[in-house]
């Protein structure tokens, strides 16, 4: 049997975005909300929290399993694994191979300083744009769980503060890279493989940073034969 598969989600975002991929996954799995969404909303964000809701979630499931994260879920997946290398037995890290110093990472932070004074327009906002970017239930599930614009600010702070590639480093287990295409994301993915001491990158064609998840049945292939990989069994 594959070892389980915990989800991490993107940022305002919560762990319901998993929700059509979940469904057609072998695998057993979880996508818990960090601090500051969903059903956490309100909690204060920081990584070392946000690892330890990882961890509970790989706990829960077994004290084993695979993460997968998208966005800021692929940077807190690389900071848990480099912090509980016992349980993360591998890694899916998408659109997340840009280092905070970037001036992509400092316009981000801007945004996040106006989506905090007025989080309601902002969350309305979003709303809009995930409907038009992902039409039908992969945009539903996207919003389902509530949209958490208050948090932007903290999270690109924490975010920032961080080391991906360090972090990447001290992790020896097995990692696959994945990306849009298009997505502006992928801009250090070649330092962030380099990093990796087991590590693949894959490219999705077309696709953007969010619309990575526009095809759940292809991710969802992905993701099963991952967590049979890392538990032993030929992908």
Request: one cysteine or more.
């Amino acid at each position: 049997m594959s070892l389980p598969v915990v989800f991490v989600h993107g940022t305002r975002l919560s762990g319901t975005m998993w929700t059509p991929v979940r469904a057609l996954l072998r695998a057993p799995s979880a996508a818990p909300d960090l601090p500051g969404h969903g059903r956490r909303r309100g909690r204060p964000y920081d990584t070392e929290a946000a690892c330890d809701v990882v961890a509970e979630a790989i706990a829960d499931l077994g004290g084993r399993a695979l993460v997968v994260g998208l966005s800021l879920g692929g940077y807190v997946g690389i900071a848990a694994a480099a912090r509980h290398p016992g349980l993360v037995a591998g890694l899916v890290a998408m659109g997340c191979t840009v280092r905070p110093d970037r001036p992509i990472a400092r316009a981000y932070r801007f945004v996040g300083r106006l989506a905090s004074r007025n989080p309601e327009r902002a969350d309305r906002v979003s709303r809009v744009a995930l409907r038009r970017m992902l039409p039908g239930a992969v945009g539903e599930a996207m919003i389902e769980g509530g949209l958490s614009s208050e948090v932007v600010a903290p999270v690109l702070a924490a975010v920032t503060a961080g080391d991906p590639l360090a972090s990447l480093a001290a992790y020896t287990g097995r990692v696959w890279l994945v990306n849009g295409a298009r997505d502006p994301f992928r801009a250090d993915e070649q330092a962030f493989l380099r990093a990796c001491a087991h590590g693949s990158l894959t490219h999705v064609p077309g696709r953007g940073h969010l619309t990575v998840l526009a095809d759940p049945a292809w991710l969802a292939r992905f993701v099963d034969a991952a967590a049979e990989a890392v538990s032993g069994r030929p992908a």
